[in-house]
């Protein structure tokens, strides 16, 4: 047995990932070392109450409800414990005390992230968080390093498991949101309260992360424009389905240039949006994740696999931890990350894609003459018409698909075919993505 110089590791959080973390680190102590060459000491783990009945059995003598004290002389500490504080002090602070860090916290990077990678920078600490997005799937990194040469133009990711089961459900079957909810719900997919998942909000960190590292660019989570599935009717699935498209929760990070200025910027958005079924993202089906990454040299890549699940997450926190152990091994500062080109964060209404608009109109003469008017004042062009009527109130729906259009074009074509007197309703409005 080779007599490998210790690491010690501090991990702070027990629930369904730090759990398994803990479990694989001690389950795979010898292989880790050899693959490292160095022994990872998992030195303490910080719970909220040591006594607490836990699914996965831990050694008791690890246990500690003292966070602070136990990230004091740690080289590596491993934060689990998800949301803003204290996660956001014993990070900045095992950083200050020369510690590397691996999280998976989405919701702290998307929100303090610039502030967390500039500690890190100062010191020459590493933070890494490959858990954060599209959990076991291997995305981060990638985009970090793989495509460090590469430039990305697009990302589109279905990076939140729970609504994609949701939209996959009424797809296949049917359903209305209300009943998919309830079986994601029976089947342990969607958590007591949704509210995260289903509004979009999960989605919305994640693509902050992935915008900020795809552009070399800080995007903050409030500059991500969220949509979520809440306003999404079997109706509208069911007609995306005849069209041959299904609606999917969308975050997308883009590279655009203004047509008009000519200024590059970039847009991270979240919202369902029609994909055609031939695109790799349709067949992305249940609660699994996919990032579709276009890239300038490379052309287009697909991830796909697990986003959440806390042994398969915590392949991805081992990842990110054997990773920084060797660079211990090794000697130098850790990866810092890059802001460097802080292109700005365009507004929704400068994105161009195109819509699928749902309107009931009287089924008189003119009545399509009127509605072509009104989309081609707005300088929206049509491309594709589905017209069906009503027999028993004599009123037509029409789906319109549009080409390309700007999204501020779009919105004053939707409200001025509101106030149109042929139109009855605008039933809804949806975007269509993942055009060439
Ligand atoms: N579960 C997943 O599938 C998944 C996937 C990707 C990313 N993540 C991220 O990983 C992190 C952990 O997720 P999880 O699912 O394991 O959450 P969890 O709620 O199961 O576990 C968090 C644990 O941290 C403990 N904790 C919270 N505050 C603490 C404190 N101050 N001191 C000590 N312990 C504290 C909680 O008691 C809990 O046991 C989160 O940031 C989450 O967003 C989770
Ligand atoms: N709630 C998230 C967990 C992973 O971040 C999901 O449904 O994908
Ligand atoms: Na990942």
Redesign the pocket.
């Known amino acids: 047995m080779i007599e490998y110089r210790s690491i010690r590791v501090a991990l702070?959080?027990?629930?369904?990932?730090?759990?398994?973390v803990a479990r694989l680190l001690l389950e795979q102590g010898d292989e880790l070392a050899n693959r490292i060459g160095a022994r990872i000491e998992l030195v303490g783990i910080?719970?909220?109450?040591v006594d607490?009945p836990r699914d996965v059995a831990l050694p008791r003598e690890l246990l500690t409800?003292d966070?602070e004290s136990l990230i004091l002389g740690a080289d590596i500490v491993i934060?689990?414990?998800?949301?803003l504080?204290?996660?956001r002090t014993?990070i900045l602070k095992a950083v200050s005390s020369g510690a590397d860090v691996v999280?998976?916290?989405?919701?702290?990077l998307a929100t303090h992230g610039p502030e967390l990678f500039a500690a890190a920078e100062q010191v020459g600490a590493q933070l890494s968080y490959e858990?954060?997005?599209?959990?076991?799937i291997p995305i981060i990194r990638p985009l970090r390093d793989s495509l460090a040469g590469d430039r990305i133009d697009r990302i589109l990711g279905i990076v939140n498991?729970t609504t994609n089961f949701i939209l996959d459900r009424m797809d296949t079957t049917g359903a209305s949101l209300e009943d998919a909810l309830a079986t994601a719900t029976e089947l342990g997919y969607a958590e007591a309260d949704p509210t995260a998942d289903i509004g979009g909000y999960?989605a919305a960190q994640k693509a902050a992360i992935l915008a900020s590292l795809a552009f070399h660019t800080s995007v903050p989570v409030d500059r991500v424009h969220r949509e979520g599935i809440t306003g999404v009717t079997a109706a509208q699935v069911e007609s995306a389905k005849r069209a041959g498209y299904v609606v999917k929760l969308l975050a997308i990070c883009e590279r655009l240039a203004d047509p008009e200025t000519g200024e590059e910027g970039v847009s991270a958005r979240v919202y369902p949006a029609m994909v055609h079924r031939s695109h790799p993202l349709a067949a992305v089906h249940g609660a699994n994740n996919a990032v579709f990454v276009e890239a300038a040299a490379a052309g287009p890549l697909m991830f796909y696999g697990a986003?959440?699940?806390?042994v398969?997450?915590a392949s991805?926190?081992l990842g990110d931890l054997v990773a920084i152990a060797r660079r211990h091994v090794l000697g130098g500062p850790g990866t810092a990350e890059s802001t460097h080109a802080e292109l700005p964060v365009l507004e929704i209404g400068r994105i161009t894609t195109r819509y699928a608009i749902t309107i009931e109109a009287a089924d008189q003469p003119g009545v399509l003459a009127t509605i072509a008017h009104v989309f081609a004042d707005h300088g929206v062009s049509v491309g594709e018409l589905e017209q069906t009527i009503n027999d028993e109130n004599g009123r037509a729906t029409l789906v319109i698909g549009t080409h390309e259009a700007r999204e501020s074009a779009l919105a004053e074509t939707v409200a001025a075919l509101a106030d149109s007197p042929v139109v009855t309703s605008v039933a809804s409005v949806i975007r269509v993505e993942g055009a060439e």
């Open positions: 702070l959080g027990a629930g369904s990932v730090g759990s398994q910080a719970v909220r109450d607490a409800t966070a934060e689990l414990m998800g949301g504080e204290p996660a014993l999280s998976g916290n989405k919701a702290l858990a954060a997005v599209g959990g076991a498991g999960d986003g959440a699940g806390g398969q997450t991805a926190v």
